[in-house]
């Protein structure tokens, strides 16, 4: 949680293992506990272990690249880069020439291409992390820089171009490094091999903040991404920007500590020994939350699609907890209050309705039926649109749908209207009625009925019939009935030709077309001349 530039000697490996770390990544329906780490991703967290000793990290940090320069991997450690990489020196690092009131140091990382028989393969060109320090080793400035970088394995491939490491940072007295670090990458894409989806990344930057208040600390995350493109889809100008404000920077050292200490062991010990070790720490820093009113603050959660871009804001923090709450969930839930503003454009309603849409029309094989997908969007449009503002859980703000969304003792509210929740012990039930569903809804044009019998316009009477039918999937109707009937069984008749000839946007289920048994009802008021 806390940048630390003792870690940072080693910060061109570090920046290799987190990229190695997609050919570690589990399947989508895998549980990822269960996932252990690839070979080269375990052997490259060996050599980490190994370089950022327990023992020395409150060194000062220039002490610490005097030690890691001429530290050699273990040969168990070495053996297993050697079977991964091809190679056990992954990198070399050398003092610079010495600077008046600087300490330089240059980490390189070889360009390496290994390609071993069991599919694994690794690529990346020469890489360079900078280091510069004051003599008493308290203030660091690190420059990094990485063209590109290829890890695969038989279950997916990660690429990334351009890669770029800025910090700046300064060693506070308790031994915690303040600052700012900023990591950039031009491109990147991700393939699943397995399910033949792939990711593409663009314009990805990620910029954290540690800011010193004497006893707590602020850490501020702010990741961007250009585009994110997937299945034939592109959203664009992602942003998820959160500040942890007020950590206890206390229960901060004791957890980095027993982290550290926990480190040597951490390949024998299971997921459950893990958090075993970790979990009184945890609740000490769970009671230092509540002490010190450490919060979530949400900066910015916003992305755009096809130009209509949504923004939410808000906050997370308990309230009234207490250390009993600590054990147990329910009441910690319960003491969780959330607040969040949100702002959706209708234009983004409307264009995602518009690409469900035309994927619709595509899989009836009716790709160019351009009427039926305008259609179809507007219905799905209107429908959402309707939901939100006639159920009072949003506002119209200059065509862009407003809402306040809180969570407070265990209810949640949109824009002050109580949003039911189901039952957490019960199965949601399927129904043609729920939030999922979107209804059946008629093509304008697409039937005519017949007039009023003239019996019913020359006396201006009253009429009422309910008809009950089927919209396929396809949208055409299916077994019209008469299910009550008026008081002119020939106009009943009539009226049931007409609705076999009505076109619908079908009903659609999670995004999917489904038959759906429907009635509709024939009201005639007086003075109406046509139904």
Same mark, same amino acid.
């Given at each position: 949680?806390?940048?630390?530039?003792?870690?940072?000697?080693?910060?061109?490996?570090?920046?290799?293992?987190?990229?190695?770390?997609?050919?570690?990544?589990?399947?989508?329906?895998?549980?990822?506990?269960?996932?252990?780490?690839?070979?080269?991703?375990?052997?490259?967290?060996?050599?980490?272990?190994?370089?950022?000793?327990?023992?020395?990290?409150? /060194?000062?940090?220039?002490?610490?690249? =005097?030690?890691?320069?001429?530290?050699?991997?273990?040969?168990?450690?070495?053996?297993?880069?050697?079977?991964?990489?091809?190679?056990?020196?992954?990198?070399?690092?050398?003092?610079? %020439?010495?600077?008046?009131? @600087?300490?330089?140091?240059?980490?390189?990382?070889?360009?390496?291409?290994?390609? %071993?028989?069991?599919?694994? !393969?690794?690529?990346?060109?020469?890489?360079?992390?900078?280091?510069?320090?004051?003599?008493?080793?308290?203030?660091?400035?690190?420059?990094?820089?990485?063209?590109?970088?290829?890890?695969?394995?038989?279950?997916?491939?990660?690429?990334?171009?351009?890669?770029?490491?800025?910090?700046?940072?300064?060693?506070?007295?308790?031994?915690?490094?303040?600052?700012?670090?900023?990591?950039?990458?031009?491109?990147? =894409?991700?393939?699943?091999?397995?399910?033949?989806?792939?990711?593409?990344?663009?314009?990805?930057?990620?910029?954290?903040?540690?800011?010193?208040?004497?006893?707590?600390?602020?850490?501020?995350?702010?990741?961007?991404?250009?585009?994110?493109?997937?299945?034939?889809?592109?959203?664009?100008?992602?942003?998820?920007?959160?500040?942890?404000?007020?950590?206890?920077?206390?229960?901060?050292?004791?957890?980095?500590?027993?982290?550290?200490?926990?480190?040597?062991?951490?390949?024998?010990?299971?997921?459950?020994?893990?958090?075993?070790?970790?979990?009184? $720490?945890?609740?000490?820093?769970?009671?230092?939350?509540?002490?010190?009113?450490?919060?979530?603050?949400?900066?910015?959660?916003? !992305?755009?699609?096809?130009?209509?871009?949504?923004?939410?804001?808000? @906050?997370?923090?308990?309230?009234?907890?207490?250390? !009993?709450?600590?054990?147990?969930?329910?009441?910690?839930?319960?003491?969780?209050?959330?607040?969040?503003?949100?702002?959706?454009?209708?234009? $983004?309603?409307?264009?995602?309705?518009?690409?469900?849409?035309?994927?619709?029309?595509?899989?009836?094989?009716?790709?160019?039926?351009?009427?039926?997908?305008?259609?179809?969007?507007?219905?799905?449009?209107?429908?959402?649109?309707?939901?939100?503002?006639?159920?009072?859980?949003?506002?119209?703000?200059?065509?862009? $749908?407003?809402?306040?969304?809180?969570?407070?003792?265990?209810?949640?509210?949109?824009?002050?209207?109580?949003?039911?929740?189901?039952?957490?012990?019960?199965?949601?039930?399927?129904?043609?009625?729920?939030?999922?569903?979107?209804?059946?809804?008629?093509?304008?044009?697409?039937?005519?009925?017949?007039?009023?019998?003239?019996?019913?316009?020359?006396?201006?009477?009253? /009429?009422?019939?309910?008809?009950?039918?089927?919209?396929?999937?396809?949208?055409?109707?299916?077994?019209?009935?008469?299910?009550?009937?008026?008081?002119?069984?020939?106009?009943?008749?009539?009226?049931?030709?007409?609705?076999?000839?009505?076109?619908?946007?079908?009903?659609?289920?999670?995004?999917? &077309?489904?038959?759906?048994?429907?009635?509709?009802?024939?009201?005639?008021? &007086?003075?109406?001349?046509?139904?």
């Amino acid at each position: 949680m806390i940048l630390r530039c003792a870690a940072g000697a080693a910060a061109g490996t570090a920046l290799l293992g987190a990229l190695l770390s997609p050919t570690a990544a589990p399947a989508a329906d895998a549980a990822p506990a269960a996932k252990k780490p690839s070979p080269a991703t375990s052997a490259l967290q060996a050599l980490l272990r190994e370089l950022q000793r327990p023992e020395e990290r409150k /060194l000062p940090a220039t002490v610490q690249l =005097e030690r890691i320069a001429t530290r050699q991997p273990s040969g168990a450690t070495a053996e297993r880069l050697r079977a991964s990489f091809g190679t056990d020196r992954l990198y070399t690092l050398e003092r610079q %020439p010495p600077r008046t009131g @600087r300490s330089d140091w240059r980490l390189t990382i070889p360009a390496l291409h290994h390609a %071993p028989a069991e599919g694994t !393969a690794f690529d990346w060109t020469e890489g360079r992390v900078d280091f510069q320090f004051n003599p008493a080793g308290t203030t660091a400035r690190v420059r990094g820089a990485l063209d590109a970088f290829t890890a695969q394995d038989a279950t997916a491939r990660f690429t990334a171009r351009g890669i770029l490491l800025a910090s700046d940072q300064k060693r506070g007295s308790d031994a915690l490094w303040y600052g700012k670090a900023h990591v950039a990458v031009a491109a990147a =894409e991700v393939l699943a091999k397995e399910q033949n989806m792939g990711f593409d990344m663009g314009g990805v930057s990620v910029d954290v903040a540690v800011t010193d208040k004497r006893k707590t600390a602020d850490v501020a995350y702010d990741l961007r991404m250009g585009r994110l493109a997937v299945a034939g889809e592109q959203v664009d100008a992602l942003r998820f920007a959160v500040r942890l404000a007020n950590l206890d920077k206390a229960s901060l050292l004791a957890l980095s500590d027993a982290e550290a200490r926990n480190t040597a062991g951490i390949e024998t010990m299971t997921p459950e020994q893990q958090a075993a070790a970790l979990k009184p $720490l945890m609740r000490g820093l769970g009671k230092a939350v509540l002490a010190r009113g450490t919060a979530v603050e949400i900066e910015e959660i916003s !992305a755009a699609y096809h130009g209509a871009r949504a923004v939410i804001k808000g @906050r997370v923090a308990l309230q009234g907890a207490t250390a !009993a709450d600590l054990d147990d969930p329910k009441a910690l839930l319960a003491r969780l209050v959330a607040r969040f503003d949100v702002r959706v454009p209708v234009a $983004l309603v409307r264009e995602i309705a518009g690409t469900v849409a035309a994927k619709q029309a595509a899989q009836q094989g009716k790709p160019n039926d351009a009427q039926s997908v305008a259609q179809l969007r507007q219905s799905m449009t209107d429908v959402v649109v309707g939901r939100l503002l006639g159920g009072g859980f949003a506002r119209l703000d200059d065509d862009v $749908l407003v809402s306040t969304v809180e969570w407070r003792n265990g209810e949640l509210r949109a824009n002050g209207k109580p949003v039911p929740l189901p039952a957490p012990s019960a199965p949601v039930a399927a129904s043609v009625r729920g939030a999922d569903v979107l209804q059946a809804r008629r093509l304008d044009g697409s039937c005519t009925m017949p007039d009023y019998p003239d019996e019913v316009v020359r006396q201006d009477l009253a /009429l009422d019939a309910v008809f009950g039918f089927v919209v396929r999937a396809d949208g055409k109707v299916a077994a019209p009935t008469v299910a009550k009937p008026s008081a002119f069984p020939d106009y009943d008749r009539s009226v049931l030709a007409a609705l076999a000839k009505c076109r619908y946007a079908p009903a659609l289920r999670g995004g999917r &077309p489904f038959d759906l048994a429907t009635t509709w009802r024939l009201v005639r008021a &007086p003075g109406t001349q046509r139904p």
